[in-house]
């Protein structure tokens, strides 16, 4: 049998899906993808982490996610990430996302 070999750095692309209501309050649903980092128990325990959330330790980047600011300006970089991770629907899915993907079930 060959070893399980895994970094205990990786990171790792998962696709977000998100529902929400748009503008006249009807259900819509959309997807983007997020990179995630693997935060290991340490890291989420520590007194230096404490005040953090979890995606502040674990969301590296996200790609096809449009979000802009009150002038309607498309946020880019360490804005958009910020953004995604502050609203709350976007925050829940980025939350449940990783916690799903940390926890999926081995294939038999």
Do not use: C
């Given at each position: 049998?060959?070893?399980?070999?895994?970094?205990?750095?990786?990171?790792?692309?998962e696709k977000?899906?998100v529902?929400f209501?748009?503008?006249?309050?009807?259900p819509?649903?959309?997807?983007?993808?997020?990179k995630?980092?693997i935060?290991?128990?340490?890291?989420?325990?520590?007194e230096?982490?404490?005040k953090?959330?979890?995606?502040?330790?674990?969301?590296?980047d996200v790609?096809?996610?449009?979000?802009?600011d009150?002038?309607?300006?498309?946020l880019?970089?360490?804005?958009?990430?910020?953004?995604?991770?502050?609203d709350?629907?976007?925050?829940?899915a980025?939350?449940?996302?990783?916690?799903e993907?940390?926890?999926?079930?081995?294939?038999?």
């Amino acid at each position: 049998m060959q070893p399980l070999r895994l970094n205990v750095e990786r990171s790792f692309w998962e696709k977000v899906n998100v529902v929400f209501n748009d503008e006249d309050g009807n259900p819509a649903t959309g997807s983007f993808l997020a990179k995630y980092r693997i935060a290991n128990s340490d890291e989420t325990k520590a007194e230096e982490n404490s005040k953090k959330t979890l995606l502040e330790l674990v969301l590296l980047d996200v790609k096809h996610l449009e979000l802009y600011d009150k002038d309607n300006e498309l946020l880019k970089g360490e804005d958009l990430l910020h953004a995604a991770k502050i609203d709350p629907v976007i925050g829940n899915a980025l939350v449940r996302t990783y916690g799903e993907s940390v926890q999926k079930k081995p294939q038999r």
